[in-house]
């Protein structure tokens, strides 16, 4: 139950956002280039780590915009919130 | 009115208002404000239920809300019916009716207390050791007496009549608790203008001190009660203060997030109940957060310490000073601290016989044993009771010498009469709410108790739930903590009186004169956890707290283990010689104290609860006596029978007039986005399978949308509406999250496109008619469209008018035959709508549903994503490989495509299926094998995913997915069924002309 500050809207509640899965992975540019197996690593492999991670959310029930944020997954406490394509302050 | 153990005066209750109640079918009387438990006593019942798995006769052990044995159900009738309750807990009412629980079949005499006898071998881990085989015999003999003999209460079998409300709020500052602590933080906030709210779960604020002596206890010479008084008049005057009492915290979540329950109701004669709300969930969002949640006293763990006229020194004081009641006649108390004394002065004065009180410790130089002495009550220094005496009320006591170390037991026991012993092993912070918010615990090590770590920015505990004990402590701290904590300079000076207080001593299992296995001393009251099955459990292995905790049951009781948990970990800790620090606690895990699912569920709105969309012409969908079926949100119609007319008929009518003359289908309810942008074009190369940068304008394209991992995941037909502008469908179930998924896409991985989305579902009514007539009627219907087949051809678009409405009409077709798709402004759908049937009516046009719809395109083999496709299914086993683009770059799924799983040849493809009888119409979801056997199990090969009978070729059809299915055309495979094998031949999917004639008809 957090509080996300979206970086277009402010500090809104988490019942408003989606959460996205894990941020930049960058989809590859050249996908017919790839193996099987580094295809795979893009589409499968996600770290999913005990610490802070980055991840995407989207502020679905408000200006429906994109951003990233980090979080501790520990403690769930968001350490930046920040726009895609923008790298977090920490 | 029979109170025999009601004292002549004193206590909080209004003895003017008398009030009749049940328990176990008798009639009892009580006093306005009394408890359940309270009155109870009053009656001189002790003796509520049995314990959950020796069934040995349980009483009230306490209070309130920690309460682990006096459970009773409360019952109205089938629908009104509360398990689980505690008697602690409970306001009497005229009308109330309570039972006991977890006795069969009655509280007196108990069939499974032959448990008891044979405890010896019910030790810990008892149900998993013997309840595991034969696993046959679980259902019809263990599960039936396990539930018969252990159940907690009954729930209701019938609908809440009640009303729960569910309300948001917002403060500056939540206190949690209003006990002495929690009421000097609310003033202080409050009075300097902080938006408070204070919430107790008590009717009555002022905690413990409610029930303090008030000859030793003073705050600015006020006695207690005159203080909570005063102090509470005091903050209703303040406009900035909101407080709930009766209001429970149940959960804290992060960011200061806090659900808590409200009882507005329950403790209201039946009568006042009516057409008021029951309970409200209060979902508060606070700034900072203040717990003040008190601290909840210990017991002592001995053997025989559960017998009903055991309860808590505490409870028995509060019992005697807030209601009058004195728990028994000839009262002794057990003891490691000062704080039993003020209980055994308070009985002394009211006139109860306090005959002994039993010490661990050596002395105290306390001021209240001192006067207990003086007062001539035998104090027994050093000494410890070892053992009970009485089946269902105690009456003897065994007191023995406890040797220097503490560790065993010297010298000869005595045996003392009594009917109430009062138990003090001090105090536990009530940290429940800290932890639950993520807060870590230290250790205490001279104290013996589990404090919180650290206060944050944004919350803090005060009072004993931090650990902090004494009346001045309590209250200097809390002022000068709140101050600090809300950046408030203004000061209250505190005058404060308070006995002065004695160490304390702790032994977490008293020794005993027994040999080791013989005792029966309880740590978990309410699952009958003994500090033998503590050891047994450590001693076969189990070594993490968690892994005890759930093999003794230990805590895992409705109270988990409010009262002894703190028992639980000492006894581990001196066992395996760990420190209390370094173990740790087990998690405490919302909510503290048990919530309705009425309260969770709140308000009961009926039609309310989710959002319907309807059609433009929905209101003449009803008119013409539609069925309609829900999809996703929307109401679609699904059928309209005529008469009398079954499903079945009004499906096979409505196909059939489909194709011999002219149908009509309302298809608004499929997705529609707006996409417009100098890239709009290349945009749709990238989440399409197939090519758009060569569409002409005014032309439509099926196109097929794949997830990364090469899988179907929608569909739809996009025409090109300008140079840069393009109109998307997409299924009706999938509009919402294809939208999102573009927007994904276009905000995140492409962001240099230049495109814009917009959802123009609502916007657009969208009418489709079909048949052989379909082209008369819209020439009827629309101005300016040349319907000629050179200027109008198959999959394109015109604009034009229906009287002075502007519309859209593309000639594109789901059922396989001549059709049409005028788009209007919503608003004007119906009209348009009405106006197609009056053109068509000459050439017998027939509105038809989604199910009309769906046998329709069967006949064609279109398939319906998520029908034919499940999130498994590429375009290449759907057989469509046609609409995959072999020169495109990239688009979506793209790469994964030849994976060597998605390029097997073996995998499960979309086929056609051939009933051998044309009239046996299959069961969609149905297995097919190839080979049939006896009985299960069978090699299952694929489903059935689609299945009609079809009027237009008077026969059944299927659609099917079965694996390596391209390669077995013309085979014969098998459909077992519970009572039949039907036999199928694999077809091609398109059952019904395959040169497509009949578009250009
Ligand atoms: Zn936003």
Same mark, same amino acid.
């Given at each position: 139950?957090?509080?996300?500050?979206?970086?277009?809207?402010?500090?809104?509640?988490?019942?408003?956002?989606?959460?996205?899965?894990?941020?930049?992975?960058?989809?590859?540019?050249?996908?017919?280039?790839?193996?099987?197996?580094?295809?795979?690593?893009?589409?499968?492999?996600?770290?999913?780590?005990?610490?802070?991670?980055?991840?995407?959310?989207?502020?679905?029930?408000?200006?429906?915009?994109?951003?990233?944020?980090?979080?501790?997954?520990?403690?769930?406490?968001?350490?930046?919130?920040?726009?895609?394509?923008?790298?977090?302050?920490? | 009115?029979?109170?025999?153990?009601?004292?002549?005066?004193?206590?909080?209750?209004?003895?003017?208002?008398?009030?009749?109640?049940?328990?176990?079918?008798?009639?009892?009387?009580?006093?306005?404000?009394?408890?359940?438990?309270?009155?109870?006593?009053?009656?001189?019942?002790?003796?509520?239920?049995?314990?959950?798995?020796?069934?040995?006769?349980?009483?009230?052990?306490?209070?309130?809300?920690?309460?682990?044995?006096?459970?009773?159900?409360?019952?109205?009738?089938?629908?009104?019916?509360?398990?689980?309750?505690?008697?602690?807990?409970?306001?009497?009412?005229?009308?109330?009716?309570?039972?006991?629980?977890?006795?069969?079949?009655?509280?007196?005499?108990?069939?499974?207390?032959?448990?008891?006898?044979?405890?010896?071998?019910?030790?810990?881990?008892?149900?998993?050791?013997?309840?595991?085989?034969?696993?046959?015999?679980?259902?019809?003999?263990?599960?039936?007496?396990?539930?018969?003999?252990?159940?907690?209460?009954?729930?209701?079998?019938?609908?809440?009549?009640?009303?729960?409300?569910?309300?948001?709020?917002?403060?500056?500052?939540?206190?949690?608790?209003?006990?002495?602590?929690?009421?000097?933080?609310?003033?202080?906030?409050?009075?300097?203008?902080?938006?408070?709210?204070?919430?107790?779960?008590?009717?009555?604020?002022?905690?413990?001190?409610?029930?303090?002596?008030?000859?030793?206890?003073?705050?600015?010479?006020?006695?207690?009660?005159?203080?909570?008084?005063?102090?509470?008049?005091?903050?209703?005057?303040?406009?900035?203060?909101?407080?709930?009492?009766?209001?429970?915290?149940?959960?804290?979540?992060?960011?200061?997030?806090?659900?808590?329950?409200?009882?507005?109701?329950?403790?209201?004669?039946?009568?006042?109940?009516?057409?008021?709300?029951?309970?409200?969930?209060?979902?508060?969002?606070?700034?900072?957060?203040?717990?003040?949640?008190?601290?909840?006293?210990?017991?002592?763990?001995?053997?025989?310490?559960?017998?009903?006229?055991?309860?808590?020194?505490?409870?028995?004081?509060?019992?005697?000073?807030?209601?009058?009641?004195?728990?028994?006649?000839?009262?002794?108390?057990?003891?490691?601290?000062?704080?039993?004394?003020?209980?055994?002065?308070?009985?002394?004065?009211? @006139?109860? !016989?306090? +005959?002994?009180?039993? &010490?661990?410790?050596?002395? /105290?130089? #306390?001021?209240? %044993?001192?006067?207990?002495?003086?007062?001539?009550?035998?104090?027994?220094?050093?000494?410890?009771?070892?053992?009970?005496?009485?089946?269902?009320?105690?009456?003897?006591?065994?007191?023995?010498?406890?040797?220097?170390?503490?560790?065993?037991?010297? @010298?000869? !026991?005595? +045996?003392?009469?009594? &009917?109430?012993?009062?138990? /003090?092993? #001090?105090?536990? %912070?009530?940290?429940?709410?800290?932890?639950?918010?993520?807060?870590?615990?230290?250790?205490?090590?001279?104290?013996?108790?589990?404090?919180?770590?650290?206060?944050?920015?944004?919350?803090?505990?005060?009072?004993?739930?931090?650990?902090?004990?004494?009346?001045?402590?309590?209250?200097?701290?809390?002022?000068?903590?709140?101050?600090?904590?809300?950046?408030?300079?203004?000061?209250?000076?505190?005058?404060?009186?308070?006995?002065?207080?004695?160490?304390?001593?702790?032994?977490?299992?008293?020794?005993?004169?027994?040999?080791?296995?013989?005792?029966?001393?309880?740590?978990?009251?309410?699952?009958?956890?003994?500090?033998?099955?503590?050891?047994?459990?450590?001693?076969?292995?189990?070594?993490?707290?968690?892994?005890?905790?759930?093999?003794?049951?230990?805590?895992?009781?409705?109270?988990?283990?409010?009262?002894?948990?703190?028992?639980?970990?000492?006894?581990?800790?001196?066992?395996?010689?760990?420190?209390?620090?370094?173990?740790?606690?087990?998690?405490?895990?919302?909510?503290?104290?048990?919530?309705?699912?009425?309260?969770?569920?709140?308000?009961?709105?009926?039609?309310?609860?989710?959002?319907?969309?309807?059609?433009?012409?929905?209101?003449?969908?009803?008119?013409?006596?539609?069925?309609?079926?829900?999809?996703?949100?929307?109401?679609?119609?699904?059928?309209?029978?005529?008469?009398?007319?079954?499903?079945?008929?009004?499906?096979?009518?409505?196909?059939?007039?489909?194709?011999?003359?002219?149908?009509?289908?309302?298809?608004?309810?499929?997705?529609?986005?707006?996409?417009?942008?100098?890239?709009?074009?290349?945009?749709?190369?990238?989440?399409?399978?197939?090519?758009?940068?060569?569409?002409?304008?005014?032309?439509?394209?099926?196109?097929?949308?794949?997830?990364?991992?090469?899988?179907?995941?929608?569909?739809?037909?996009?025409?090109?509406?300008?140079?840069?502008?393009?109109?998307?469908?997409?299924?009706?179930?999938?509009?919402?999250?294809?939208?999102?998924?573009?927007?994904?896409?276009?905000?995140?991985?492409?962001?240099?496109?230049?495109?814009?989305?917009?959802?123009?579902?609502?916007?657009?009514a969208t009418i489709s008619v079909c048949g052989p007539h379909s082209k008369k009627i819209l020439e009827k219907v629309t101005q300016n469209i040349d319907y000629s087949d050179t200027n109008f051809p198959h999959m394109s678009f015109k604009n034009g008018l229906v009287d002075k409405i502007n519309c859209r009409v593309m000639r594109i077709s789901f059922t396989g035959e001549l059709s049409y798709e005028i788009n209007v402004q919503a608003n004007y759908g119906q009209s348009v709508w009405e106006k197609c049937i009056v053109a068509g009516k000459e050439y017998g046009i027939t509105p038809y549903g989604t199910e009309a719809m769906h046998l329709l395109r069967a006949e064609k083999g279109f398939i319906i994503v998520g029908q034919e496709t499940d999130g498994t299914v590429t375009p290449v086993d759907l057989q469509m490989d046609w609409i995959v683009s072999k020169k495109k770059y990239d688009f979506i799924g793209k790469r994964s495509l030849y994976r060597s799983d998605t390029i097997r040849e073996d995998r499960k493809q979309y086929v056609g299926l051939i009933t051998k009888d044309p009239k046996e119409i299959l069961e969609e979801g149905a297995q097919i094998v190839a080979e049939v056997k006896n009985k299960p199990p069978m090699d299952m090969i694929g489903h059935v995913t689609s299945s009609y009978y079809s009027p237009n070729l008077n026969k059944s059809i299927a659609l099917a997915i079965v694996k390596n299915g391209k390669?077995?055309?013309?085979?014969?495979?098998?459909?077992?069924?519970?009572?039949?094998?039907?036999?199928?031949?694999?077809?091609?999917?398109?059952?019904?002309?395959?040169?497509?004639?009949?578009?250009?008809?």
């Amino acid at each position: 139950m957090f509080i996300i500050n979206c970086p277009y809207c402010g500090e809104r509640d988490h019942a408003e956002f989606s959460y996205g899965g894990e941020a930049h992975l960058v989809r590859p540019k050249q996908p017919t280039e790839l193996s099987d197996d580094q295809w795979a690593e893009y589409l499968f492999m996600r770290k999913n780590i005990k610490g802070i991670q980055y991840e995407r959310w989207n502020h679905s029930h408000g200006c429906r915009r994109w951003f990233n944020l980090s979080r501790d997954t520990s403690n769930d406490k968001i350490h930046s919130v920040y726009k895609i394509g923008e790298k977090p302050s920490e | 009115m029979s109170n025999e153990y009601r004292l002549s005066s004193g206590g909080q209750i209004n003895r003017s208002e008398i009030i009749s109640f049940k328990f176990n079918g008798k009639i009892l009387y009580g006093y306005k404000g009394d408890t359940l438990a309270s009155a109870l006593l009053a009656n001189g019942i002790h003796l509520i239920g049995r314990s959950f798995k020796y069934h040995r006769p349980r009483g009230i052990f306490t209070s309130g809300v920690e309460e682990p044995n006096a459970l009773v159900q409360i019952i109205k009738d089938e629908a009104k019916t509360d398990p689980n309750l505690r008697a602690t807990q409970i306001e009497i009412y005229e009308g109330l009716s309570a039972t006991s629980q977890n006795c069969w079949p009655s509280v007196k005499f108990d069939l499974g207390s032959i448990n008891n006898l044979f405890s010896p071998i019910i030790p810990a881990g008892f149900y998993y050791k013997t309840f595991m085989w034969p696993a046959s015999l679980w259902k019809n003999v263990y599960e039936y007496f396990i539930r018969k003999a252990a159940g907690l209460g009954k729930s209701p079998t019938k609908k809440d009549p009640d009303m729960y409300d569910h309300n948001y709020y917002h403060c500056e500052v939540l206190i949690v608790g209003a006990g002495p602590a929690g009421l000097v933080a609310a003033k202080t906030a409050a009075n300097a203008g902080k938006r408070v709210l204070l919430v107790d779960e008590r009717p009555n604020f002022g905690g413990n001190l409610n029930f303090a002596n008030e000859n030793y206890n003073k705050i600015n010479e006020l006695a207690p009660l005159e203080w909570i008084k005063k102090t509470c008049l005091e903050l209703k005057n303040y406009k900035n203060i909101k407080i709930l009492n009766r209001t429970s915290v149940a959960a804290y979540h992060n960011y200061n997030y806090l659900i808590m329950m409200q009882n507005l109701t329950d403790h209201l004669p039946d009568k006042d109940k009516k057409g008021k709300i029951r309970q409200r969930l209060w979902k508060v969002r606070a700034k900072k957060v203040i717990l003040a949640t008190g601290s909840i006293e210990r017991p002592m763990i001995f053997d025989c310490n559960d017998r009903p006229g055991i309860m808590l020194s505490s409870a028995v004081r509060k019992y005697a000073n807030s209601y009058g009641v004195k728990c028994g006649n000839n009262i002794s108390i057990f003891t490691n601290n000062d704080d039993a004394y003020e209980t055994a002065i308070t009985l002394h004065n009211k @006139g109860i !016989k306090v +005959k002994s009180i039993i &010490d661990i410790r050596e002395k /105290s130089n #306390g001021s209240l %044993p001192k006067k207990c002495d003086e007062l001539g009550i035998k104090i027994h220094w050093k000494s410890a009771v070892i053992y009970t005496e009485g089946y269902k009320k105690i009456n003897k006591i065994h007191v023995i010498n406890l040797s220097k170390d503490n560790s065993s037991v010297v @010298g000869n !026991k005595l +045996k003392i009469d009594c &009917d109430l012993l009062c138990v /003090s092993g #001090g105090y536990t %912070p009530a940290v429940h709410l800290y932890t639950q918010s993520g807060g870590k615990l230290d250790y205490n090590e001279d104290k013996h108790y589990f404090f919180p770590k650290k206060n944050t920015l944004n919350q803090m505990s005060i009072g004993s739930c931090n650990g902090t004990f004494g009346l001045k402590n309590i209250i200097t701290e809390s002022h000068e903590k709140t101050k600090e904590f809300l950046d408030i300079k203004k000061t209250e000076q505190f005058s404060i009186l308070e006995p002065r207080s004695g160490n304390f001593e702790n032994i977490w299992l008293i020794p005993s004169n027994k040999i080791s296995g013989k005792t029966k001393s309880f740590v978990d009251y309410q699952n009958d956890s003994t500090a033998n099955d503590i050891k047994l459990a450590l001693r076969e292995g189990f070594k993490s707290i968690e892994h005890v905790k759930r093999y003794t049951t230990t805590g895992m009781a409705t109270d988990q283990g409010k009262i002894a948990n703190m028992h639980a970990l000492g006894i581990i800790s001196e066992v395996t010689n760990t420190k209390l620090g370094e173990l740790g606690t087990t998690t405490f895990r919302p909510p503290y104290s048990p919530i309705t699912f009425g309260a969770l569920v709140g308000r009961n709105v009926g039609k309310f609860f989710d959002i319907v969309r309807k059609t433009p012409m929905h209101n003449w969908h009803e008119k013409y006596n539609a069925k309609f079926e829900d999809v996703g949100q929307w109401k679609r119609a699904w059928y309209y029978p005529s008469g009398k007319e079954s499903m079945y008929d009004a499906v096979q009518r409505e196909s059939k007039a489909a194709r011999s003359n002219a149908g009509i289908l309302d298809a608004s309810t499929l997705g529609k986005i707006d996409i417009q942008g100098s890239d709009a074009s290349e945009f749709l190369n990238r989440v399409y399978t197939n090519a758009w940068n060569k569409l002409a304008i005014g032309k439509c394209r099926y196109g097929l949308m794949l997830n990364d991992d090469g899988m179907v995941y929608d569909d739809g037909v996009t025409t090109r509406l300008g140079e840069n502008h393009y109109i998307m469908t997409t299924t009706t179930g999938g509009a919402a999250t294809v939208m999102g998924k573009l927007e994904d896409f276009l905000q995140t991985e492409w962001p240099e496109l230049n495109v814009y989305l917009t959802s123009v579902t609502d916007h657009f009514a969208t009418i489709s008619v079909c048949g052989p007539h379909s082209k008369k009627i819209l020439e009827k219907v629309t101005q300016n469209i040349d319907y000629s087949d050179t200027n109008f051809p198959h999959m394109s678009f015109k604009n034009g008018l229906v009287d002075k409405i502007n519309c859209r009409v593309m000639r594109i077709s789901f059922t396989g035959e001549l059709s049409y798709e005028i788009n209007v402004q919503a608003n004007y759908g119906q009209s348009v709508w009405e106006k197609c049937i009056v053109a068509g009516k000459e050439y017998g046009i027939t509105p038809y549903g989604t199910e009309a719809m769906h046998l329709l395109r069967a006949e064609k083999g279109f398939i319906i994503v998520g029908q034919e496709t499940d999130g498994t299914v590429t375009p290449v086993d759907l057989q469509m490989d046609w609409i995959v683009s072999k020169k495109k770059y990239d688009f979506i799924g793209k790469r994964s495509l030849y994976r060597s799983d998605t390029i097997r040849e073996d995998r499960k493809q979309y086929v056609g299926l051939i009933t051998k009888d044309p009239k046996e119409i299959l069961e969609e979801g149905a297995q097919i094998v190839a080979e049939v056997k006896n009985k299960p199990p069978m090699d299952m090969i694929g489903h059935v995913t689609s299945s009609y009978y079809s009027p237009n070729l008077n026969k059944s059809i299927a659609l099917a997915i079965v694996k390596n299915g391209k390669k077995l055309k013309g085979k014969k495979l098998y459909i077992p069924m519970p009572n039949k094998t039907i036999e199928v031949t694999v077809s091609d999917t398109i059952f019904l002309d395959k040169e497509g004639k009949r578009l250009n008809a």
